[in-house]
């Protein structure tokens, strides 16, 4: 979008930035566009918080921060004296909610005036605060501002050349586009426009050669690529300059998550959260590097989001968290999905970490603990079992998460926990301490190949912790050092004490 303002801004000469690009071979296009037109550039990704107030507040900011870049307007003999007045209102952060609303029209017009000329509007990001609205309850409240702010722009605006609009969701079905004629929609399932949402492999490929690191290819691959878009898969681009670039200033060797900041993250908890829903075994085989197949809606609004869970997998395509598994067949009416990359996995992996946290804090656990500090082995193994089974594993099994799983079971309960620290003579898995009691359990842990051998693995983590005297330390100051032997194998674990 920047990159169209650069070219059509008539407020700039960008001739140099264009030279000898593909669009400078096209001399007549570019002496008819190239700085020729006035440009409204809007981005709305900023417009959010947790109530309408705060929103509504930093749209107010937004507008007021685009008027003073078009300080000229207010100046400008050519534009309507109360157009004037609601810009300084807007500029100063004065305006009534009506001026607010019809805000884009007022510069639209002002802007054709000024100029004698229709007005390119490029509007990113546009559905931003409606995403925000619905998972903080003000869905109603910011619907009736967009609505007019963006919905009066459109169907017979004489100041109004042409406009380009992003966002997640298909802008022709959006209720605030009511008003709108004429709307070509190009989504991630089209073909117009595939390669030129994010980097192709050849262009990757010639960038890291070009910065001197055409071996990182693969591990570029395994963590940005992966993105569907029509037929094409799509490196993402922001991903991509930002791991070139701490490599080139050799600040960071390894691949690192650059969207989580950027990118609206809450959707993942919304979708384990929502009361009827039972999404955990479509989860596990994600997060397992496997394909579901779902029914995807691409038109759809976000106060219907989290009417049904096809609405719910709907979203996660669209905003980029699952993309289409194009090697997979597909049932009729479906699509298969995957997760894209390593990095979107890393996403899912955390939210789901910090929803077992917030589920466990919020467990009532005295039976558990009760049954750690008795050595009631049994108990525990039905107890963690039925945890077990109630989680969203992640890493595939790997023993991390089961180390991860009985580490977070005592969080936020007043104990001292941790995880392969040095004792004795090796590193145990899991050393809770209760210091107010004097007291301590150590857990070792076996990730078992089968199901029969999870006794074996017992006696094996029970042997390791002896040989190694593991509490050897702690018995100089507890009087009492429960040990326990822990084997899983996927959904089941067997505790021996």
């Keep these: 979008m920047s990159m169209l303002d650069e070219f059509f801004?008539?407020?700039?000469?960008?001739?140099?930035?264009?030279?000898?690009?593909?669009?400078?071979?096209?001399?007549?296009?570019?002496?008819?566009?190239?700085n020729q037109r006035p440009v409204l550039f809007l981005t709305l990704k900023d417009i959010g918080g947790r109530t309408f107030e705060k929103a509504y507040g930093m749209l107010q900011q937004t507008i007021s921060k685009l008027c003073i870049e078009h300080a000229y307007l207010a100046d400008s003999d050519k534009v309507d004296c109360t157009d004037r007045e609601c810009f300084?209102?807007?500029?100063?952060?004065?305006g009534s909610e009506i001026d607010t609303q019809y805000a884009v029209d007022t510069l639209l017009r002002m802007m054709a005036f000024h100029y004698g000329k229709s007005v390119i509007l490029l509007i990113d990001e546009y559905d931003v605060p409606l995403a925000k609205a619905s998972d903080y309850g003000y869905y109603e409240d910011m619907i009736d501002?967009?609505?007019?702010?963006?919905?009066?722009?459109?169907?017979?605006?004489?100041?109004?050349?042409?406009?380009?609009?992003?966002?997640?969701?298909?802008?022709?079905?959006?209720?605030?586009?009511?008003?709108?004629?004429?709307?070509i929609s190009s989504s991630i399932s089209d073909q117009r426009y595939n390669q030129y949402f994010g980097f192709t492999e050849p262009e990757v490929c010639q960038m890291l050669e070009d910065a001197g690191f055409p071996e990182k290819l693969d591990e570029m691959k395994q963590w940005?690529?992966?993105?569907?878009?029509g037929e094409m898969e799509i490196y993402c681009p922001w991903d991509v300059v930002n791991h070139v670039s701490a490599l080139v200033r050799g600040t960071k060797e390894a691949p690192a998550n650059y969207w989580k900041d950027t990118s609206h993250n809450e959707i993942i908890r919304r979708f384990i959260d929502l009361p009827g829903l039972n999404v955990n075994e479509k989860f596990e085989?994600?997060?397992?590097?496997?394909?579901?197949?779902?029914?995807?809606?691409?038109?759809m609004t976000y106060d219907i989001a989290n009417s049904s869970e096809n609405n719910l997998w709907s979203i996660l395509y669209l905003t980029g968290y699952l993309t289409q598994a194009v090697s997979e067949s597909s049932a009729q009416g479906k699509i298969s999905l995957r997760i894209p990359n390593e990095e979107v996995k890393t996403i899912f992996a955390d939210t789901i970490v910090k929803w077992f946290a917030d589920t466990v804090t919020a467990m009532?656990?005295?039976?558990?603990?009760?049954?750690?500090?008795?050595?009631?082995?049994?108990?525990?193994?039905?107890?963690?079992?039925?945890?077990l089974f109630e989680t969203i594993s992640y890493f595939d099994y790997k023993e991390d998460y089961y180390h991860a799983l009985l580490a977070g079971l005592f969080i936020g309960a007043g104990y001292e926990v941790s995880s392969n620290q040095e004792q004795g003579t090796g590193r145990p898995d899991v050393i809770v301490k209760d210091r107010k009691n004097r007291r301590a359990v150590i857990i070792e842990i076996k990730r078992s190949k089968k199901d029969d051998a999870m006794e074996k693995d017992c006696k094996k983590a029970l042997a390791q912790i002896h040989r190694e005297q593991y509490a050897r330390n702690l018995l100089k100051g507890y009087q009492q050092v429960l040990c326990y032997g822990a084997a899983f194998f996927e959904k089941s674990c067997l505790i021996v004490s």
């Design 364 to 387: 009532d656990r005295t039976e558990l603990f009760q049954a750690w500090w008795a050595g009631e082995s049994g108990k525990l193994t039905d107890m963690v079992t039925d945890i």
């Design 285 to 299: 085989i994600l997060l397992g590097g496997g394909v579901i197949q779902e029914q995807i809606e691409e038109d």
């Design 9 to 34: 801004n008539i407020r700039k000469n960008s001739s140099s930035l264009f030279d000898g690009l593909e669009i400078s071979k096209y001399d007549n296009l570019c002496r008819e566009w190239m």
């Design 88 to 94: 300084l209102r807007l500029k100063n952060r004065t």
């Design 145 to 183: 501002v967009m609505r007019v702010f963006l919905g009066m722009v459109w169907k017979t605006n004489p100041s109004l050349k042409f406009a380009i609009v992003t966002g997640c969701l298909r802008i022709a079905k959006e209720s605030i586009f009511t008003g709108a004629n004429n709307f």
């Design 224 to 229: 940005y690529d992966g993105y569907q878009f």
